[in-house]
């Protein structure tokens, strides 16, 4: 697919830069990493403001071109990325614009692109990581409402969160696989009990969350019951196929920096260095092209990410690693200082060989459903 700009998107990055250039002075100053209901008030303010400048539903809503050239510009311009807003706007967001019904996207829809609500994503337990079909989390029919019992782990956001997109299991005698339904939990309701979980680089985004008879009404499931493991690969196509596009925009401006940084402390006169730079950067050169192809991909595909994210997922993540790697190589002994930016986000990237499915996960599906070999095991 031509990716190059029409006349139309020309016209749309034009409009697009000089709405930044006069709406980010405007925002107020950014809170603290470690303030969660500050950062829920500020992510949901900059998407609200998208929102009212008719930008807010360009993650699902718009033609491939026009997603990528919104992030393109929102990241060179410094903008804010969607922060808490993640998981509704990248994840759950376009798993019920895909699967729910038409009152689901009425109901769930709006307040996401409004910034009014943030999600959370309850899919790993303690012993259901990687193996995420192995999970334990109970669900039982009680008339008009599901009973759900069990923990999740890794929570994102849980403790900021309106909503959770939540798998449970509903039908144990079921291969794993196929007893797995998908639910919308209202984060308010009882029987919810929120444990934040303190990260690598002091931050606390992921949480422990226990379910205690937590009601959810049937009406909250999307699809059909036990039929929701083709709903979470829909998730997890998104998760691992477009969710991470503008970090890959974010990655490139970094390299710019650390090139620069190189220059003004004499570091530029190491051939290894500039070596690794060069590389990194056809590196993410090559992503983001792969980035284009799969955003086009979905859009040919009614929306849905192929199995290319999983290629696209592998190499980034360990891509990405190489990226603070150097950087920390350029920083020296600053590189101790966690309040650089690229320190923490040295720590944090320590966790993407593992997030969205580990590496070896990725492997497989590149090995079974994109090469046709046979299954390992």
């Keep these: 697919m031509d990716l190059s700009d029409s006349a139309e998107d020309a016209e749309f990055r034009a409009r697009l830069r000089e709405w930044l250039g006069k709406a980010l002075p405007t925002l107020p100053p950014q809170p603290s990493p470690d303030d969660w209901p500050a950062r829920r008030a500020y992510d949901l303010g900059w998407q ?5 400048a008719g930008y807010g539903d360009v993650h699902w809503g718009a033609s491939p071109t026009v ?9 060179k311009a410094g ?37 009014e609500e943030v999600w959370c994503q309850g899919f790993s337990e303690p012993d259901a990581g990687s193996d ?21 782990i890794w929570t994102s956001h849980a403790e900021v969160a309106d909503w959770c997109e939540l798998l449970v299991r509903t039908d144990p005698d079921a291969p794993k696989h196929r007893g797995i339904t998908w639910l919308a939990m209202p984060m308010d309701a009882p ?22 008879e937590v009601r959810v009404p049937v009406g909250n499931r999307v699809g059909e019951e036990n039929d929701g493991w083709r709903v ?20 490139r401006r970094v390299l710019g920096e650390l090139a620069r940084e190189a220059r003004s402390d004499g570091r530029w006169d190491d051939p290894a260095l500039r070596r690794r730079l060069g590389r990194l950067n056809a590196e993410f050169r090559a992503l983001w092209r792969l980035t284009q192809w799969n955003v086009s991909e979905a859009q040919t595909t009614g929306g849905l990410p192929g199995v ?38 040295r720590l944090s990237s320590l966790s993407y060989t593992i997030a969205a499915g580990t590496s070896q996960i990725q492997r497989d599906i590149v090995a079974e459903r994109i090469l046709g070999l046979p299954k390992g095991r």
């Design 79 to 115: 903008a804010p990325y969607v922060g808490a807003g993640f998981v509704g706007l990248l994840h759950a967001g376009p798993t019920i614009a895909a699967e729910g019904t038409a009152g689901q996207r009425e109901r769930w829809l709006p307040p996401i692109l409004r910034g």
């Design 232 to 251: 979470t690969m829909v998730t997890l196509s998104f998760e691992r196929g477009t969710a991470f596009v503008g970090e890959v925009v974010a990655c």
């Design 308 to 345: 290319a994210g999983s290629v696209f997922k592998l190499r980034y993540s360990q891509a990405r690693q190489e990226l603070y790697d150097t950087a920390a190589d350029v920083l020296g002994d600053a590189s101790l200082d966690l309040d650089h930016p690229w320190t923490r986000d």
């Design 132 to 152: 995420l079909a192995a999970l334990r989390t109970r669900a039982w029919r009680d008339g008009d409402d599901y009973v759900v019992s069990g923990s999740k």
């Design 191 to 212: 029987g919810i009990t929120v444990r934040p979980l303190r990260t690598l680089a002091g931050s606390a985004e992921f949480a422990e969350v226990f379910l205690d």
């Design 67 to 75: 997603r990528l050239i919104f992030l393109e510009e929102t990241e």
């Design 48 to 52: 609200r403001t998208l929102y009212d």
